[in-house]
Nanobody
């Protein structure tokens, strides 16, 4: 079992930045791939970014490439999502997820946090 708790969401203006944090507990975090996903009202949950257990491999959705950065600190059992140049279309609930295998499909992840709201005003 893995427990995941997200934090760092909030209300910002377009062009500003936020850093989301996901704290993990319950199993060996350093061998777990991690992903960030988001879901806007009326839309399906979509992939944002993912990182391998070592941090050496990362994937990004085209919509966030160049603006968002995923990273992890295995000593702190934490994964981060640095979000720069935020746009109103980034508004969503953001979830972190854990899995044995590095994936971009949300239905492949075994463990999920409760989510944190990010709202970007224009």
């Amino acid at each position: 079992q893995v427990q995941l708790v997200e934090s760092g969401g909030g209300l910002v203006q377009a062009g500003e930045s936020l850093r989301l944090t996901c704290a993990a507990s319950g199993r060996t975090f350093s061998t777990t791939a991690m992903g960030w996903f988001r879901q806007a009202p009326g839309k399906e949950r979509e992939f944002v970014a993912a990182v391998s257990w070592s941090g050496g491999t990362t994937y990004y959705a085209d919509s966030v490439k160049g603006r968002f950065t995923i990273s992890r600190d295995n000593a702190k059992n934490t994964v981060y999502l640095q979000m720069n140049s935020l746009k109103p279309e980034d508004t969503a609930v953001y979830y972190c997820a854990a899995n044995d295998v590095l994936l971009i499909a949300p239905n492949g992840y075994d463990y999920w946090g409760q989510g944190t709201q990010v709202t970007v005003s224009s």
